[in-house]
């Protein structure tokens, strides 16, 4: 699976049931975020490789959708197990790839477990349904409609950087339950623990050609894979150019985008503000900030506001900042390119007369996490989405105001609303524009269960472990025609 050269592990990447090195000869170096040195090498592929992958994929698929379901929940659940038995060695490699803190790692491996697990739960507990003729206008009794849902064929998964495992194993697990046969492309920077996933995959004895990980970068075979005619449905999580580049290649496939967002906590006069500031701070800043439900702006009623920013301020100044090996929340950006980005968010809202109230600090790609009041509608951070540790405080006189701020951005991904007032919680809740809205909590994605939206520039279609079984399936009837 790995050679070792100069102490440096070189990953091969997986397809019909084997480890193997690129033809291209090509490897990509991926450095630690935090540790500033590479921690190994992956395979560039070739697009020779892809077809081949691909190939592997359909030919397997056929076999594998008419196994038993049953067969196919028990490799399922010795991948959750063999996930949990290499929990410490995947947790070690998601630490120093993608610089997330040991505990929040481990976690994020177990997730993924339990994630398996309720899926088959799930996909055991679905069933067809069927329908009689004679319940339409002029139908007859004699005819029966069976409808079962049936898998797609070949999947591609594409998965983001910051939940390497777990929001990979979201888009494998539903697609090979229900039979499909998946083309794994992870983020390159994420790629090794993506491949370490893999690697509880192979162990579990997964039939040969059903999982193919194709390492590479998106930029160079990303199109190539995306147009390519043996894919038959793409489940995409990434950032929302991205995703809007790929819907626009994929021709007649069925898609679900999982993109940015811009989450606000709208912050009503009548709130528990310690209660809400706990949440917003947990919600903004933790593993930096870099969760698409991040909370990315706060919306505060005038007259709460400088009560809440003062309970803000001293909580963000007791955050840990540092190395994700020390446990700290608050750890270096992913690259130096993501700090540049968030550091530029930072210094246009300063120039254009937001202050400064805590952060505004920077260590190459560690930002320090920034409190910035008095954002207006004229700054960038009150717009884009930095997928860093900076949260801009906007005043707002009603809830009229912070429903428009916050339905004039081009995300709709999550809302958090705070506040005693439970009628006004769903007034505000039905006015927003986003997949979900949390009424006194932290945007989040959990329970993996719970259907989870995003809208406008925050994506499209459903995730959440039943919608995404129904999304890597489709509905066929059979009609029964009794004879007389
Ligand atoms: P990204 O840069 O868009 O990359 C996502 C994936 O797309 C990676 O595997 C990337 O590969 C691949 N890719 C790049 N160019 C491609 C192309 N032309 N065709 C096909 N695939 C291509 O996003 P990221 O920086 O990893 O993740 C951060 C973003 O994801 C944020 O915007 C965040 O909000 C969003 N996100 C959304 C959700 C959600 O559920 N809504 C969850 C997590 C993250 P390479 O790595 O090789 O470039
Ligand atoms: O980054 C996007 C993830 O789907 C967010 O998951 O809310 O559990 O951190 P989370």
Redesign the pocket.
Known sequence: MTTEVLNLLTYEFYANGEWKESKSGETIEIRSPYLNEPIGKVQSISQEEVDEAIHFAQAAQKGWAENSLQDRANYLYRWADELVNMQDEIAEIIMKEVGKSLKDARNEVLRTSDFIRYTVEEALHMHGESMKGDSFPGGSKSKIAIIERVPLGVVLA??????PVN?SAAKIAPALISGNAVIF?????GAISGIKMIEALHKAGLPKGLVNIITG???VI??Y??EHKGINMISF????N?GV??AKKAAMIPLVL????KDPGIVREDADLKEAAKHIISGAFSYSGQR?TAIKRVLVHEKAADELVDILKEEIEKLSVGSPEDGCTVVPLIDGGSADFVQGLIDDAIEKGAIPLTGNRRDRNLIYPTLLDHVTEDMRVAWE?P?GPVLPVIRVSSDEEAVKFANESEFG?QASVFTKDINKAFAIADKIETGSVQINGRTE?GPDHFP?I?VKG??LGVQGIRKSIESMTREKVTVLNIAD
């Open positions: 594409i998965s983001p950087f910051n939940y929001l492309k992870p983020a390159t920077q970068r998106g930029s990303g199109d894979l995306v999580t990434g950032g929302t991205t580049r790929l999982e993109l940015g967002g698409c989405e997928f991904l994605r989870f995003g925050s994506g």
